[in-house]
Structures are given as C-alpha cells and as structure tokens.
C-alpha cells in the first residue's frame, strides 16, 4: 500500500539548516509528484515545494531562497533542505504524493520540527 | 497566486444538522478544488476533489459544489467523528493554496 514517512531533526537551532527526508513505499518517485506542505502550530497549511516525477523541482517564491528538494530514487526518497531557520519555521512538515488527477491523495505522518537555541 | 478565503473560521453544530463551508478563489480556477479534513494530531485527508467528486471511502453525506468562483462544502447529518479543521485547496495554477481552515466543533 502506499505510504510517506518523513523523519529528521526535532530541534533546530535558529540560522542553521533543517534536513529533512520523505521516504516512500507503494508507488515509484519516477511516475508521481511529491510534495511537501509544513503547518506551524495552531495554524493552516502552506505549500512548500515539489520533487515532479521527471526530477524538476519548483518551489514557493516565499522560500525558494531557502529551500532545496532533491531525491534519491534508488531509495525511495525525497529530500527537504532549508537554510537560515528562524522561530517561526517551527511546525509540522509533511510530504504528501500527487495523485494521478493532480490532488494529495496520501500524506505522511509529519514529523514536528522546533526551531529554538 | 491565487488566494482561497475561507469561510467561516469555525462553528459549532449538532449532530444530524446540516452545515455548509465556503472557499472563495480570487479568480478563475474551474474545478481545480479539493476539500481535505485534518484531525487533531493527524494530516490531513482528502475528502472531495475536482470541486464535486467524492474521495474513496468518504462517506456519502460529504458533497461539494460550485458557483462561479465560490466553492462549498456540505456535511449532512452532522456526525461526532466529522469534528475537526477542514481546508480547500486550489490546484488550478502553481503555488497550490490552501484556504485558512475552518474548525468545525460538535455541540
């Protein structure tokens, strides 16, 4: 069945960078889109990148100065980095699959991410 | 980008009443609208795709509409279960967004 599974850091201190990792199973990166959406506590969701099938990558322009998607398709994962992390980076960050007609069908978890010194 | 203002930000209903969520698009995005309910503690899960179209194994009493550039989300006979933040989303162009939520709270 299809599953996300992000892991990484729980604590982040501020300025340094957050690595995160997406790992998959049911489905193969080179034939869906991942993306990744974070929500800081207590508020909505803001999209944050894509990894496309074909390995372009996009970004939100409020990020992109900041934010790196990359993966690594012989293991099933897709790779966050994010540069200069301040307090209110601090959030939920989820990967989610684009579905066939173009919505998130499965998300992972989320994995909790505190940025603080 | 596309803006998707969402309305109202919470309510409070009975159970079996009928409650209806709205998303306005700041412009033109056809049917490219999704509507996901998020759980405490729990990502989100999608509910209704392509503004009408029921997700696998939602229930029925979830239904979507349209009109012009307002989408809507109904959930007849409201249930203990369906407690929880709904948003809509825009796949229309990139950047996907998100509307702000709405928290919905059984009394």
């Known amino acids: 069945q299809v599953q996300l599974k992000e892991s990484g850091p729980g604590l982040v201190q501020p300025s340094q960078t957050l690595s995160l990792t997406c790992t998959v199973s049911?489905?193969?990166?080179?034939?869906?889109?991942v993306h990744w959406v974070r929500q800081p506590p207590g508020k909505g969701l803001e999209w944050m990148g894509r990894m496309r099938y074909n390995g372009d990558t996009s970004y939100n322009s409020a990020l992109k100065s900041r934010l790196s998607i990359s993966r690594d398709t012989s293991k099933n994962q897709v790779f966050l980095k994010m540069n200069s992390l301040q307090t209110d980076d601090t959030g939920t960050y989820y990967c989610?699959?684009?579905?066939?007609?173009?919505?998130?069908?499965?998300w992972g978890q989320g994995v909790m991410v505190t940025v603080s010194s | 980008d596309i803006q998707m203002t969402q309305s109202p930000a919470s309510l409070s209903a009975s159970p079996e009443e009928i409650v209806t969520i709205t998303c306005q698009a700041s412009q033109d995005i056809g049917n490219w609208l999704a509507w996901y309910q998020q759980k405490p503690g729990k990502s989100p899960q999608l509910l209704i795709y392509?503004?009408?179209s029921l997700a696998d194994g939602i229930p029925s009493r979830f239904s979507g509409s349209r009109s012009g550039t307002q989408y809507s989300l109904k959930i007849s006979r409201l249930q203990v279960e369906d407690t929880g933040i709904y948003y809509c989303?825009?796949?229309?162009?990139?950047?996907?967004?998100f509307g702000g939520g709405t928290k919905l709270e059984l009394k």
């Open positions: 049911g489905f193969s990166l080179t034939s869906y889109n």
């Open positions: 989610t699959r684009e579905d066939t007609r173009h919505y998130f069908d499965y």
């Open positions: 392509s503004a009408t």
């Open positions: 989303l825009q796949r229309y162009s990139n950047p996907p967004t």
